[in-house]
């Protein structure tokens, strides 16, 4: 049982380069989001997926897509990567209440 | 709005000694879940304690304990016999319904440093 994979752990990305950061989960859990960290702060909620076909934007979702094609799978899209989107992003999933996290992929945009 | 603060950005206890960590809410709702989260320089996100707002009674895990004042919008994190493996950043969250699913809204955090 590994829980919440995510990968890549780190990556860089030259401005204007596109990138998918993979999250998968082996809990069986319906409900999946992802967060940003930014330096000093706590998370922020970029998209969130109440099982495989279903989606819906957070706090902050410009600049990134999802997609749940089924119920292990979650990935985050960026597309024209920017400087602001320089961040540790978690992927997390949840049966009910409680959220359970991967250990996160830092990502650099220079 | 709903939002969490955490009035504390650093705490210091000295090992085997009990520091309380501090977390205050806004929320209009009537049930609702409260969280801490550890964060280590791992920076693997912990869950430590979880309390439900019907429950009167405050959540223990072991070394960990919350006081839940509902009235107050308070949710303070007591952490006895603090070990050096306590060292982390903790966050007070609180799960706020959005669409179709559910957020956590994070505080800021307060960094807990353990001193032999």
């Known amino acids: 049982n590994a829980g919440v994979t995510q990968t890549p752990k780190f990556r860089i990305l030259k401005i204007g380069q596109s990138m998918t950061l993979q999250c998968a989960q082996d809990?069986?859990?319906?409900?999946m989001y992802w967060y940003r960290q930014d330096p000093g702060m706590g998370l922020k909620l970029i998209y969130y997926s109440v099982g495989a076909g279903i989606t819906d934007k957070g706090e902050v979702p410009n600049g990134y897509n999802v997609s749940r094609s089924t119920t292990e799978d979650f990935p985050l899209r960026l597309e024209l990567a920017a400087p602001s989107q320089t961040s540790v992003y978690f992927c997390?999933?949840?049966?009910?209440?409680?959220?359970?996290f991967g250990p996160g992929t830092r990502l650099l945009v220079l | 709005a709903q939002t969490v603060t955490q009035s504390q950005p650093e705490m210091s206890v000295q090992e085997a000694e009990t520091v309380t960590l501090s977390c205050t809410y806004d929320t209009s709702e009537s049930d609702y879940y409260l969280f801490w989260y550890k964060q280590p320089p791992s920076r693997q996100m912990i869950l430590v304690i979880r309390q439900e707002a019907y429950k009167q009674q405050n959540a223990t895990e072991n070394r960990f304990s919350v006081n839940f004042q509902k009235a107050a919008k308070s949710f303070s994190l007591k952490i006895s016999d603090s070990q050096l493996g306590d060292a982390a950043m903790y966050f007070c969250a609180y799960r706020t319904s959005i669409g179709s699913g559910y957020a956590l809204n994070f505080g800021k955090g307060t960094s807990l440093l353990v001193t032999p």
């Open positions: 997390a999933s949840s049966p009910s209440e409680t959220q359970y």
């Open positions: 809990m069986n859990h319906n409900y």
